[in-house]
């Protein structure tokens, strides 16, 4: 059962309609914007709380602490996860990924909405 603890947030601009994707990780796209990360182990700035309906509309990003996500596969607790093509969080494990959070509760299939701490650095190749 997924909780949600807290964290820092911060208020961006949606670059798009990102209404059905709380809970998703985004990425930065222009200046003081967000979009749905959708690109595989790409890099995060946090994960979307809300739901912005147009380009513009102020988009609540989790930066930091622990945040609910949307997982894209089973994992287990501790995982480190990154985005997949649909912004869902899956495990990282591949040099160069960008790791995005850190699993606290264990997903166990794509669809799950689980805790997570949110991190932020990139897989080498020693790490993986």
Not at 8 to 33: G, W
Request: charged share 20%.
């Amino acid at each position: 059962m997924s909780q949600d603890h807290g964290g820092k947030d911060i208020s961006l601009l949606a670059a798009a309609d990102l209404s059905s994707y709380q809970y998703h990780f985004v990425k930065a796209s222009a200046a003081n914007t967000v979009n749905l990360q959708s690109t595989d182990g790409g890099k995060t700035v946090g994960i979307l709380q809300d739901k912005p309906e147009a380009a513009s509309d102020p988009a609540l990003v989790r930066i930091g602490e622990t945040s609910k996500v949307v997982a894209g596969a089973a994992f287990d607790v501790d995982a480190l996860l990154k985005a997949n093509t649909s912004g869902h969080a899956i495990v990282a494990d591949t040099a160069g990924d960008w790791v995005g959070a850190q699993a606290l509760e264990a997903s166990s299939e794509s669809g799950d909405i689980v805790e997570v701490i949110i991190r932020g650095f990139t897989i080498h190749a020693s790490d993986s």
